[in-house]
């Protein structure tokens, strides 16, 4: 089948940092682009639960952290609560979900709206609608991984994305895996006065990045934890002690 025949010559699915890279990048090479989202707004997990909330997130604490700091106003900046400190990133997710939308109006890329499901190698059915492609690109991002042993139902029990959610500021949360995000939002809890304790279950703090990137960050992770637990298996005992568990 000519590519002709077609609907269009690349359909992505996702519209994150990678669908939107790549529906991009071919429509500058002059082909016929359409992308597919399952949710009501572009721009994927990166900015509606990972990069973008969690640093605007950790923006508004360093800001609290600096108020905390001056003398003028000192430990009653920490009244404020963790959900109002989330609302402030509302407003930089929604400047970011127009830029993108944007990005595929000024292209004449179309978007799909639905859940994407393949009927062969070249179409795809998106809630009842049949759409075709000379090729397909899947960038549907990620998802935080959920162990089958742990519930996740449970109104103190979150993952990477669900701690976004959260109510109330607890007073201590303990957080299991001590890679870039747990370090990460180790960092943010401590800085919001929470007790902290942080589960690294791999021989090294923060394994996963170069030893030269590394090396700066290991002091401030440890420092910023109430409590390091490094290949620890009396973790499972902190759950029922903290707030909250991440």
């Known amino acids: 089948m000519s590519d002709a025949s077609y609907d269009y010559d690349v ?3 996702g519209t994150g940092p990678g669908g939107e890279g790549a529906a991009m990048q071919a429509v500058k090479n002059g082909k016929r682009v359409a992308v597919i989202e399952r949710l009501p707004e ?37 009244a404020v609560d963790f959900p109002d400190l989330r609302k402030s990133a509302s407003g930089v997710i929604s400047r970011q979900v127009d830029m993108r939308t ?19 190698p070249h179409t795809v059915d998106v809630n009842g609608r049949r759409c075709s492609a000379a090729a397909v690109v ?10 089958p042993d742990v519930d996740f139902d449970h109104a103190r029990v979150f993952d990477a994305d669900t701690i976004l959610d959260l109510k109330f500021t607890p007073k ?31 021989h090294k703090l923060l394994e996963f990045g170069r030893r030269d990137q590394r090396r700066p960050q290991l002091p401030s992770a440890r420092n910023r934890a109430s409590s ?12 029922t002690t903290a707030s909250c568990c991440i």
């Open 172 to 202: 201590s949360i303990t957080i299991y895996g001590a890679g870039v995000i747990g370090a990460e939002y180790a960092s943010m809890f401590r800085n919001l006065g929470v007790k902290v304790n942080l589960v690294n279950t791999r």
């Open 42 to 78: 572009v721009g994927g997990a990166c900015t509606h639960r990972g990069t973008i909330p969690s640093k605007s997130l950790r923006f508004s604490i360093f800001k609290l952290t600096e108020l905390v700091k001056n003398p003028l106003f000192g430990a009653s900046c920490l």
């Open 138 to 147: 899947i960038a549907v991002g990620s998802r935080p991984y959920r162990p």
């Open 228 to 239: 390091f637990l490094s290949n620890s298996i009396d973790a499972s005992s902190r759950w």
């Open 11 to 13: 359909l992505v699915i």
């Open 102 to 120: 944007n990005f595929y109006v000024r292209n004449d890329v179309p978007i799909l709206r639905g859940h994407a499901r393949f009927i062969d």
